[in-house]
Nanobody
Framework: QVQLVESGGGLVQAGGSLRLSCAAS????????MGWYRQGPGKQRELVAR???????NYADSLKGRFTISRDNAKNTVYLQMNSLKPEDTAVYYC?????????????????WGQGTQVTVSS
């Protein structure tokens, strides 16, 4: 029953900033790689950024320099700081994580998705 819940989305003007948060909850043993994906209207879901447990980050080339991913392991939370937002950044942003959790048979690792949070950037 691991769940990921995103927050922080909203409506902003071009050039503005938003900070997204994704908190994991449930019978968590550990969280490995966490990441952000987005899906704009009429488009396929694409990778925004990922961060490993050791802290290694990976960004989509077009977003590197504007977006920053970080995590707080004590809070089971990953963040996405988005600066200099553009209208083309408008999308539903989804949190994703590889989570090792407690089960009746010990521990298992699975990949989870949040429900998404809407980010709308106006011209």
């Amino acid at each position: 029953q691991v769940q990921l819940v995103e927050s922080g989305g909203g409506l902003v003007q071009a050039g503005g900033s938003l900070r997204l948060s994704c908190a994991a909850s449930g019978s968590i043993s550990s969280i490995n790689t966490m990441g952000w994906y987005r899906q704009g209207p009429g488009k396929q879901r694409e990778l925004v950024a990922r961060i490993t447990s050791p802290g290694t980050t990976n960004y989509a080339d077009s977003l590197k320099g504007r977006f920053t991913i970080s995590r707080d392991n004590a809070k089971n939370t990953v963040y996405l700081q988005m600066n200099s937002l553009k209208p083309e950044d408008t999308a539903v942003y989804y949190c994703n994580a590889d989570v090792t959790y407690y089960s009746g048979y010990g521990r298992r690792t699975n990949n989870y998705w949040g429900q998404g949070t809407q980010v709308t950037v106006s011209s």
